[in-house]
Structure formats: C-alpha cells, structure tokens
C-alpha cells in the first residue's frame, strides 16, 4: 500500500504562485510513476502531470505546459507541482496518484493504484 497526503492548495489571485506537495508512505516510490490530476465542479477528472519515480521522467498535459513543473525530492518522498501563472481555469480539487511504473498514456486515471484525498486550489480573477 502507497499512502497519499497532499498539501498546499488556497485561494490566491490570478497570476499568482502556489506549490502544491504530495508526501508518500508505506512503500518505497522506485517502481512508481507519480501523477497529478484536478477536478473542477461539473468537470470530469484531468491529467496534469505525471514523474516517473526511478529516472524523474516528466509528462505535462498541454493545458499547463510552461506553467506548471512537476519535481520530486527522493529524501523526502515527496513529489511537487509548482504552479505560476494561475488562471481561474486552475480551479479545481488537485489530487496525487501513483501507479506501477508503465508506458501507458498517463491520462488514464483508472491506471493508478492509489489517490489521496485531494487539496483545494481556487483562483480568483
């Protein structure tokens, strides 16, 4: 079992910076990809960004490409992603997730073992 916990969500206005943070437990992360994705209301989920554990390869979904950077920091077992430039449309819940290291198209949120319990991000304009 991976335990998820996510932090660092607010209100802030547009343009603003916020850096969320997800801080793994109970398995080491070298056999994981580790995912962000964000559900805004009325929205179905989307995919962010994405880390493969072992080698720190990055995917970033289009939407967010140039503003927001995925990173990890073995030490601290934690994963990050740094948003600037925030737009309303960053609105939502953000939600970390892992999966067993794959190729597949990391959009696919049913591919992933395990969620935390999300963190609120809200931007104002």
């Known amino acids: 079992q991976v335990q998820l916990v996510e932090s660092g969500g607010g209100l802030v206005q547009a343009g603003d910076s916020l850096r969320l943070s997800c801080t793994a437990s109970?398995?080491?992360?070298?056999?994981?990809?580790v995912g962000w994705f964000r559900q805004a209301p009325g929205k179905e989920r989307e995919f962010v960004a994405l880390i493969r554990w072992s080698d720190g390869n990055k995917n970033h979904a289009d939407s967010v490409k140039g503003r927001f950077t995925i990173s990890r920091d073995n030490a601290k077992n934690t994963v990050y992603l740094q948003m600037n430039s925030l737009k309303p449309e960053d609105t939502a819940i953000y939600y970390c997730?892992?999966?067993?290291?794959?190729?597949?198209?990391?959009?696919?949120?049913?591919?992933?073992?395990?969620w935390g319990q999300g963190t609120q991000v809200t931007v104002s304009s």
């Open positions: 997730a892992a999966r067993v290291r794959s190729l597949a198209n990391p959009a696919i949120s049913r591919a992933y073992n395990f």
């Open positions: 109970g398995r080491a992360l070298g056999s994981y990809d």
